[in-house]
């Protein structure tokens, strides 16, 4: 009986739309921007998408529970100093540079400490919102202050060059001539596609971002859960400052400034709803290539550095524009009142209240 | 007192029908300028919908509206105001933060000739006009220091600025003393004699005896009758509400002999007090009670979202003290919340998901995977077995008729194999035939051992379907009837709810005497 009516039909867009969309920014671009789609720019979208890729999959991860983190960006810069602040050796700060703390701690024990250290973030995010009830968004805006704040006490707002190569290699390493990165980044979204859609945890996250109360009702422990959430997305960030750092080979200070609405716009142009509960890792994917074309092909058709930001922000807005019609096309078609073919009796109970 | 043939309104002939329901019937209603008309009716009865269509929020789809002889033909909430009929919600929407003078003339503020707020003309003024209508209030207080009490008058005293006629008053009473409903009834009654008219519904029956002129009752959609206070008593009244006919549905008794859950002196401060009551395997016992009278409190206890406070639950012989819903369905409890749309169901999810929830953990793998198979077949099942109307398991739950939505909220509690089911409104919002379906699930429950207790407000429905209804009022079980007793009389039961005794109904005088009156302490009333 599943016939294809209007609404089954809107329902199928809204869930494939990207994808539509993606295709025809290949074919746009591909034809009208000279070398746009050869292997070297290509590698270079992928490798430009690879840090915001892996920081989305977090704000996904968010949005899906109806949450929000601000506080991303902040990990990211933090935990970028401090990687670099504890491997390199320590020299006077001059206005230009700074160096290190002077331990020069192995790679092998800097990286581990600094995912714990955003997992960590990620957990007092959860556990003021959850347990304290504070409201998500002042938290992680507040949190974002407080770690950029800290990151640049570290650095003396100074550049700390020169991290050594075993920490490179995940932002700036090559295997078989394809970036870590972007393996990396692929096999992160593989993993939490998985999650998202064939377990438990999954499950659960969706529940509780379309639900709360009926999630509670249903058997399940909503701060248990939105906390978990939090702590993947602090350990993500962290994961997304290590690249990044790697990348760069040396930690800027303002590291990853106003990357979280690039992040937010990206899941939300992939079809995950501000509104929480549901949206899929897969749709996110294709709403960072969307965003890292674009971003490429900004740059290579030279367009004046003074319009991109008016651009790329105009393409939010539509992004959102779109999300909001999606639940408010759903508010009236949703929940509506049943066609029940039943011959109801006309003195039968009204059904109100 | 208005006089018999002034009529200030005249709703003729007024339907209105939503799909599988029809919410009004043909009502014919009217109010005379000057009285105080009551409305009284279960919930769903239609009392909200007739005041809809009367506050022009609601359109109906035939009838006629006339006030004052003037046949009204477009009614919009803008031209209902216009006529003069306003409506006093039972939570006073007011502007909180801001002193009563402000809220007297919002929007309207005098200005000095510096075109800044004049606050000396705007105190003065409204003090003027709140002391015309016989009002004792100091207008420079935010409205949030004033009592519920005088939040409700100065409401009407708002309306009555605004040049109402006709004042709708919902519920007014909810919230009140004993010495708040005296000060507010003798507000009304002064605005009466200045020949405003007011429509006042209530579900407590002594003070619609105490200050109505007339009464209307309403059931199932249609008007059932409107009476002189002089000439009705409250026997009547109660047999006008519930109704003369058979009840169409009557199971037999599945009930076994050991004992499922036992409550012993179960309290809760402010919620309910020395509650003791026992549930056989198989049976089917009704709880039915007044909103604040400890029913609600006490299911969301059982089920783990509020605490159970002092005295002792048994489950099977065991202690039972749940912390969460997890709990509970572990212990063997499980819960179908009335509101199904916040608590029952995940409407953005699909129907697979939702009925599967409740045991997701038995559905993992040892990593965690969840196993699609087992899922499949668990919601394949369920949707065969209850009847669940859906293209698919796949189908988002919003998208689901009430009826459909409310199996599904049971396909998920039966799959937890509960012993106890606390049943919350199982059939509200439902069309006819998926309620037939909803009595057809709980029987078989029932016949499956599983002990049932259904909370509801349809009385009628708990008389077809329990074994024992039990009545609570002021946090108290205060009566109960069993079928074996063969005393489960509705107009006894619905008095009992209301706080009266069987005795008194039976002598068919006042029912409702001086030392029954509600306490003020942890009174409310039904919304």
Redesign the interface.
């Known amino acids: 009986m599943q016939t294809l009516d209007r609404h089954h039909l809107l329902e199928f867009l809204s869930r494939h739309f990207i994808w539509v969309v993606l295709i025809a920014t290949v074919l746009v671009f591909g034809l009208t921007i000279d070398g746009y789609l050869r292997i070297s720019n290509i590698t270079n979208i992928l490798i430009t998408g690879s840090v915001l890729g892996v920081m989305v999959i977090g704000q996904a991860l968010c949005l899906m529970a109806r949450k929000l983190d601000l506080s991303a960006e902040g990990t990211v810069s933090l935990v970028a100093v401090t990687a670099a602040w504890l491997m390199l050796p320590y020299r006077e700060t001059d206005l230009a540079q700074a160096g290190g703390l002077g331990i020069e701690l192995d790679p092998l024990i800097v990286i581990p400490l600094i995912l714990l250290l955003g997992t960590v973030i990620g957990f007092v995010n959860g556990f003021m919102i959850m347990k304290l009830n504070m409201n998500f968004f002042i938290v992680t805006l507040a949190m974002q202050l407080v770690l950029r704040g800290l990151a640049l006490a570290i650095s003396s707002g100074a550049i700390m060059p020169g991290t050594p190569a075993a920490f490179n290699w995940l932002g700036g390493g090559r295997v078989a001539g394809i970036p870590v990165s972007v393996i990396a980044t692929i096999g992160l979204y593989a993993v939490f596609g998985f999650v998202m859609s064939r377990m438990q945890f999954g499950r659960k996250v969706y529940a509780v971002g379309a639900n709360e109360d009926a999630a509670r009702a249903s058997g399940f422990n909503p701060a248990r859960t939105v906390i978990l959430v939090y702590m993947v997305s602090g350990f993500l960030a962290a994961l997304a400052g290590w690249m990044l750092l790697g990348r760069l080979e040396a930690s800027v200070p303002n590291l990853g400034v106003g990357i979280t609405l690039n992040v937010v716009a990206a899941a939300v142009i992939g079809g995950v709803s501000l509104k929480g509960g549901e949206g899929s890792i897969i749709g996110a994917f294709a709403g960072v290539l969307f965003l890292a074309m674009v971003n490429n092909a900004l740059n290579l058709m030279n367009v004046d550095p003074l319009w991109v930001n008016a651009v790329r922000g105009l393409i939010i807005l539509v992004a959102l524009v779109i999300d909001a019609q999606k639940s408010r096309y759903r508010g009236r078609a949703g929940p509506a009142e049943p066609k029940v073919k039943t011959g109801a009796e006309p003195n039968q109970k009204a059904a109100l209240s | 007192m208005g006089r018999k043939d002034d009529i200030l309104l005249d709703m003729r002939g007024i339907s209105k029908?939503?799909?599988?329901?029809?919410?009004?019937?043909d009502a014919d209603f009217s109010v005379r300028r000057g009285e105080i008309h009551g409305v009284v009716g279960k919930?769903?009865?239609?009392k909200?919908?007739l005041m809809g269509v009367l506050m022009g929020i609601r359109q109906a789809d035939s009838g006629s509206i006339a006030i004052d002889g003037t046949a009204l033909r477009h009614a919009s909430p803008q031209t209902m105001l216009d006529a003069g009929i306003s409506y006093v919600p039972q939570h006073i929407n007011l502007l909180n933060t801001l002193t009563v003078a402000e809220n007297i003339l919002v929007g309207n503020l005098p200005k000095n000739r510096f075109g800044l707020v004049d606050w000396k003309a705007v105190n003065d003024d409204s003090q003027e006009r709140l002391k015309r209508l016989g009002l004792k209030l100091d207008v420079r207080l935010p409205v949030e220091g004033l009592s519920v009490a005088e939040r409700t008058m100065l409401a009407i005293a708002k309306a009555l600025f605004n040049n109402a006629r006709l004042i709708i008053l919902d519920e007014p009473t909810a919230a009140l003393a004993r010495g708040d409903i005296d000060l507010l009834f003798s507000f009304v009654r002064a605005q009466q004699e200045q020949g405003v008219a007011f429509i006042y519904i209530s579900h407590h029956l002594e003070e619609v005896f105490e200050i109505c002129d007339r009464v209307t009752v309403m059931r199932?959609?249609?008007i059932v009758g409107t009476r002189e206070i002089s000439e009705i008593d409250v026997p009547e009244l109660i047999h006008m509400m519930v109704g003369g006919g058979v009840q169409e549905y009557e199971r037999e008794t599945t009930a076994g002999a050991e004992t499922v859950l036992e409550a012993k002196n179960l309290s809760r401060r402010g919620a309910y007090e020395q509650i003791n009551f026992k549930l056989r395997r198989g049976e089917v016992v009704g709880l039915s009670g007044l909103q604040g009278s400890g029913v609600d409190e006490l299911a969301q206890a059982l089920?783990g979202?509020e605490r159970l406070g002092v005295g002792e639950v048994l489950l099977d012989g065991g202690t039972f003290d749940p912390d969460?819903?997890?709990d509970a369905?572990d212990g063997g409890l499980a819960?179908l919340?009335q509101d199904r749309?916040?608590?029952?169901?995940?409407?953005?999810?699909p129907v697979r998901?939702?009925v599967t929830?409740?045991v997701?953990?038995r559905l993992?793998s040892r990593l965690?995977?969840?196993m699609r198979k087992p899922e499949q077949q668990i919601t394949e099942a369920y949707i065969e077995k209850l009847g669940i109307v859906t293209?698919?398991a796949e189908q988002?739950t919003?998208?689901?008729?009430?009826?459909?939505q409310q199996k599904v909220v049971f396909a998920?509690l039966a799959a937890?194999q509960p012993k106890v089911l606390i049943l919350h409104e199982p059939t509200?919002?439902?069309?006819?035939?998926?309620k037939v379906d909803i009595f057809n699930i709980i029987d078989d429950l029932a016949a499956q051992g599983v002990a049932l207790l259904v909370i509801s407000s349809?009385v009628r429905e708990l008389i077809g379907l329990c074994d024992r209804i039990l009545v609570m009022y002021e946090g108290r079980v205060t009566d109960e009837f069993t079928r074996a007793a063969d005393n489960m009389k509705p107009e006894d039961i619905l008095l009992a709810i209301e706080g009266g005794s069987r005795s008194a109904a039976a002598n068919g005088s006042a029912a409702l005497t001086e030392n029954n009156k509600p306490s003020p302490g942890i009174r409310k009333g039904v919304?």
Request: no cysteine; charged share 15%.
């Open positions: 029908s939503y799909p599988g329901v029809q919410a009004l019937a919930n769903g009865a239609g909200s919908t199932d959609g249609h089920f979202l969460s819903p997890r369905f819960y919340p749309h916040r608590f029952g169901l995940i409407q953005l999810r998901e939702n929830y409740s997701l953990d993992v965690g995977v969840l293209p698919g988002r919003m998208l689901l008729s009430g009826g459909n998920k937890t509200q919002g439902v069309d006819v035939q998926a349809e919304s």
